[in-house]
């Protein structure tokens, strides 16, 4: 069984705070005998990724999912536990593995704040080694897919935030990554370019077999790049697997929009229920546990004239609020 990609094995990270006591004789204890407090940021974490893979991995705010990122990119030691990416291990093989990998930070650029954006680049190629040719083919890739020529000669402090990050997304590619660390790749953007950076994403993972890693609050992103999620809360994974699983485990209702060709007042349903009506559009809800979706379409199709009907599945977003609001979910799916 070949090895995975990415190997995370009880991964932890312990961070310690100080304990403080008030006045000025706590101040005197505190410099004499400090005490302190350990507070786990990630605690325990297993998974593995396999090369090419795509995957989502979020969780609220101090969920960990930032220290275990910084782990994986060789910034961090972990306290305990094991990761390698790739057959290295990132804090120990740190040269060797930034070589291998990119890094796009919604909320910090790797780019230089006064140069223009092809001095950066230029400063790029040099500190990554990148001879001309494959240069200057990854350079016109990134600039016709992400429309960088607009904005190219511009210093990076003169760019707006979509801007910045587009170039920053296309510096990432600049010297072919085998895997990639996305951390709010599409902040900033309007829905056109939300929608140009995905695609670009995906077409750079299936002709470059990239292997990338998403944290991001936009559950769009995840929706439409990965066909795999791992949710963490407190330290601790709480969800691994796909998103039609997760959305079958814990999404609840359906929905399903129909527009008749004749009007009808009153549907005749069973384990269905009519939530709001327009002339002849009705929306219907159901459980999936309750009535599959072709028995109740071929209900409707018994019975009434159907111009066109649409099915609508509940947002990842608001199954992962749900999760949230509970707390924690059951491992079901977990690898």
């Given at each position: 069984m070949?090895?995975?990609?990415?190997?995370?094995?009880?991964l932890r990270k312990d961070y310690?705070?100080s304990r403080?006591?008030?006045g000025?004789?706590?101040?005197?204890?505190n410099?004499?005998?400090?005490r302190y407090?350990?507070k786990?940021a990630?605690?325990?974490?297993?998974?593995?990724?396999?090369k090419?893979?795509?995957?989502?991995f979020?969780?609220?705010?101090?969920a960990?999912?930032?220290?275990?990122v910084?782990?994986l990119?060789?910034?961090l030691?972990?306290?305990?536990g094991s990761?390698?990416v790739?057959?290295?291990?990132?804090?120990r093989?740190?040269?060797?593995h930034v070589?291998r990998i990119?890094v796009?930070?919604?909320?910090?650029s790797?780019?230089?704040?006064?140069?223009p954006?092809?001095e950066s680049?230029?400063?790029l190629?040099?500190?990554y080694?990148?001879d001309?040719?494959?240069?200057?083919?990854?350079l016109a890739?990134?600039?016709?897919?992400?429309g960088l020529a607009?904005f190219?000669?511009?210093p990076?402090r003169?760019?707006?935030?979509g801007q910045?990050?587009?170039?920053?997304?296309?510096?990432?590619?600049?010297?072919?990554?085998?895997i990639l660390?996305?951390?709010?790749?599409t902040?900033?953007?309007?829905?056109?370019?939300?929608?140009?950076?995905r695609?670009?994403l995906?077409?750079?993972n299936r002709?470059?077999g990239i292997?990338?890693?998403f944290?991001?609050h936009d559950m769009?992103?995840?929706?439409?790049t990965?066909?795999?999620?791992?949710i963490i809360d407190?330290?601790r994974k709480?969800?691994?697997?796909?998103?039609?699983?997760i959305?079958?485990?814990?999404?609840?209702e359906?929905?399903?929009v129909v527009?008749?060709?004749?009007?009808c007042?009153?549907?005749?349903?069973e384990?269905?229920?009519?939530v709001?009506?327009?002339?002849?559009v009705?929306?219907?809800?159901?459980?999936?546990?309750?009535i599959a979706?072709?028995?109740?379409?071929?209900?409707?199709?018994?019975h009434y004239a159907?111009?066109d009907?649409?099915?609508?599945d509940?947002?990842i977003?608001s199954?992962?609020?749900?999760?949230y609001?509970d707390?924690?979910?059951?491992?079901?799916?977990?690898?």
């Open positions: 070949p090895m995975a990609f990415i190997k995370v094995e009880n310690r705070i403080r006591s008030r000025f004789l706590g101040l005197l204890a410099l004499v005998a400090p407090t350990v786990p990630v605690d325990g974490i297993d998974f593995s990724i396999d090419g893979e795509m995957v989502g979020i969780g609220p705010n101090g960990g999912k930032s220290t275990t910084k782990i990119s060789g910034i030691h972990p306290t305990s990761v390698t790739d057959g290295l291990v990132p804090y093989e740190r040269k060797r070589q990119g796009v930070l919604g909320q910090k790797q780019l230089w704040w006064d140069l954006v092809y680049y230029d400063m190629r040099y500190i080694k990148i001309k040719a494959r240069y200057r083919a990854n890739m990134v600039q016709e897919l992400l607009e190219f000669e511009q990076v003169q760019l707006s935030l910045r990050m587009k170039a920053d997304l296309g510096a990432a590619f600049l010297h072919d990554p085998d660390f996305l951390d709010e790749p902040i900033g953007l309007d829905v056109v370019a939300k929608e140009n950076v695609n670009f995906v077409q750079m002709e470059r292997t990338m890693l944290t991001t769009q992103d995840i929706e439409k990965c066909r795999r999620m791992i407190h330290g709480v969800y691994d697997g796909s998103i039609r699983d959305r079958a485990m814990y999404s609840g359906r929905e399903l527009e008749l060709a004749e009007e007042l009153n549907l005749e349903l384990h269905a229920r009519v709001h009506q327009d002339g002849r009705k929306r219907i809800k159901f459980r999936n546990a309750d979706v072709q028995d109740l379409i071929g209900h409707l199709n018994r159907i111009a009907l649409e099915l609508r509940t947002e977003e199954i992962i609020r749900e999760i609001r707390g924690a979910v059951h491992s079901a799916g977990v690898r």
